[in-house]
């Protein structure tokens, strides 16, 4: 009798595409990276050339992440949800409207500003995929906003825009 054979549907094909193709991205991208010509001067020895190695690093572990958890467990068959539609089709909703909020985000960055647009952009989606969780979200999208804008602003003296809230 021969082992049973595992059946990949087509959401897990495309899971597993997914976690092949970020994984040899972040190699492609990593490489890319380490061949970005460094400046050489200043008392940082660092410097932001590291950031886009880190970014590819970032990648690949989410890329391993992936595929790890799909080696680990097998997905069950999905059934429809209460409301009776299938979960493929909400995911997919879902995905439009965040694709649309990150839109939003993006053209809203420079006029409002990068404190104000972030924690405006961070906090519905934290309140939607974290629910209930009034003032944990709200620390966070706030918390997130200012230690990315304290780092970026005061330690690499990278300028964001100030947008509405310039005085």
């Known amino acids: 009798m021969s082992p049973p054979r ?3 549907g087509g959401r897990e094909i495309a899971d ?4 092949l193709c970020a994984v040899a991205g972040s190699v492609a991208y990593i490489h890319a990276a380490v061949q970005l010509p460094s400046r050489s001067g200043g008392s940082d020895p660092v410097g932001p050339a590291a950031f886009p190695e880190l970014i ?3 990648l690949m572990g989410a890329g391993l992440l992936l595929a790890y958890e799909l080696w680990r467990k097998r997905k069950a068959k999905t059934a429809p949800d209460g409301n009776g539609a299938q979960p493929a089709a909400r ?4 995905l439009c409207a965040m694709v649309a909020w990150t839109a939003l985000y993006y053209f809203a960055f420079e006029p ?3 404190l104000l647009a972030t ?3 961070l906090f519905p989606m934290l309140a939607y995929f974290n629910a209930g969780r009034w003032r944990t979200n709200a620390a ?3 918390g997130f906003a200012l ?5 970026f602003v005061k330690l690499l003296y990278v300028p964001l825009p100030a947008g509405i809230l310039s005085f």
């Open 91 to 94: 995911h997919l909703g879902l």
């Open 147 to 151: 230690v990315v804008y304290c780092v």
């Open 6 to 8: 595992l059946r990949l």
């Open 16 to 19: 597993w595409c997914l976690a």
């Open 119 to 121: 924690v405006v952009y």
């Open 140 to 142: 966070v999208a706030v």
């Open 112 to 114: 409002v500003g990068y």
């Open 56 to 58: 590819g690093i970032g």
